[in-house]
């Protein structure tokens, strides 16, 4: 599932800018090594046939969390999917068929089908009534490979073929992880294997704050990992990763203080674009160098676990309203820190004007502070 410029997506803590996908969820256990699994061979035959009465190859397999899933489509939610839920974190060598022998949970499975003028799809889900052979192979360190039999006849549906389902939403090219594919599994995989080459000592427990940003086809796509994990000595330490989109794919090209927050010093040090593309990046960058100062000054920010930072620029680009939001770890749970700035662009830098309410913001067309909506108490971003 590629990423989609313009949609957030927030697991747990909070996104980070705007045009971005932010997730918190850990990548697979163990860490593995990118040259260590293999994709299917040119023997294999590729998994099609057809889901609800459409033709359907598969583009892409991923098994996580006791699910395969097959996709076609490269959009955040596939064209057509077929997802078979086995209850299984650890599928390697077995078999899996319906009806079952009598023993076991039966699988469930679930035919996704996005209908004309739909972005979301449609889904039926079965709990009987369907044939399924499906049959793993050993395990490897990216994937495991796998063939599968399914008929769902009143479902109009029907798959066979073989492939390699990856753990989460990465890509294998030659054996080898695909370090150019945008999605936050491939960057926490990618976080987790820099950490334990550069940081043997430290066990990393869990990610946070993962952020995939692009600005525009003519700059490069960043990205930022955090990870928290304990050291020999049995302390907590905190790894905050920035990453930029190279030539050879995604590279750690900063580590932040425990101090610091990631909107405040941005991997790019100018864009390339229109004029709101360009402003409001720099406004931005102002706004986090201010709420990195405001957590300092309250102590939090070694405890911040997710930012977010988003401004609303006037018509002419003079002024922003930017709001910002951190998820900061306590001793009872989580507490969101919030902070609103007005500020104005004097040509040469943007600069700090005043503080806003939570419900104020810049009129796009006069420049004036208008009252309007608050953030949501749902969820901590800005």
Not at 103 to 129: A, F, M, W, Y
Not at 202 to 227: C, D, Q, R, Y
Not at 351 to 379: A, C, H, M
Request: hydrophobic share 35%.
């Amino acid at each position: 599932m590629a990423a989609i410029v313009s949609i957030v997506l927030v697991a747990t803590g909070c996104s980070d800018e705007p045009a971005s996908i932010a997730a918190t969820e850990p990548a697979p256990e163990p860490i593995p090594k990118a040259q260590s699994s293999s994709a299917p061979s040119a023997n294999d035959q590729p998994v099609a046939g057809q889901i609800r009465d459409s033709q359907f190859i598969a583009e892409q397999a991923i098994f996580t969390h006791g699910t395969l899933e097959l996709r076609q489509g490269s959009e955040f939610f596939a064209d057509l999917a077929a997802e078979i839920v086995i209850f299984d974190e650890n599928p390697a060598k077995k078999t899996y068929t319906v009806p079952t022998d009598g023993t076991g949970i039966t699988p469930h499975l679930r035919l996704n089908k996005k209908l004309e003028d739909q972005s979301t799809p449609d889904q039926q889900t079965l709990v009987s009534d369907y044939q399924l052979k499906l049959v793993f192979g050993e395990s490897e360190a990216l994937g495991v490979p796998f063939t599968i039999e399914l008929t769902a006849a009143k479902n109009q549906t029907e798959l066979q073929g073989s492939g390699f389902a990856t753990f989460g939403d990465i890509k294998v090219s030659n054996g080898r992880l695909n370090r150019r594919y945008e999605s936050l599994d491939t960057l926490n995989l990618l976080a987790r294997q820099y950490a334990a080459e550069s940081y043997p000592d430290v066990i990393v427990e869990k990610t946070f704050g993962t952020t995939l940003h692009t600005s525009g086809n003519a700059n490069p796509s960043t990205a930022f990992v955090g990870l928290e994990g304990r050291a020999s000595d049995d302390h907590v330490i905190t790894l905050k990763l920035q990453f930029l989109m190279e030539q050879n794919g995604w590279e750690v090209v900063n580590e932040l203080a425990a101090n610091q927050i990631h909107p405040a010093h941005p991997v790019l040090k100018s864009l390339k674009g229109d004029l709101r593309t360009v402003e409001g990046a720099k406004a931005a960058h102002v706004a986090g160098q201010r709420f990195e100062s405001h957590l300092q000054q309250q102590l939090v920010v070694s405890d911040t676990r997710g930012t977010s930072i988003r401004c609303y620029l006037t018509k002419t680009a003079d002024k922003a309203s930017c709001r910002a939001a951190a998820n900061v770890e306590t001793s009872d749970g989580r507490d969101c820190q919030r902070q609103n700035y007005l500020l104005t662009n004097q040509g040469a830098e943007w600069v700090y004007e005043s503080d806003l309410l939570p419900t104020q913001s810049v009129d796009y067309k006069s420049g004036k502070v208008i009252e309007g909506r608050g953030p949501s108490k749902y969820s901590c971003s800005a």
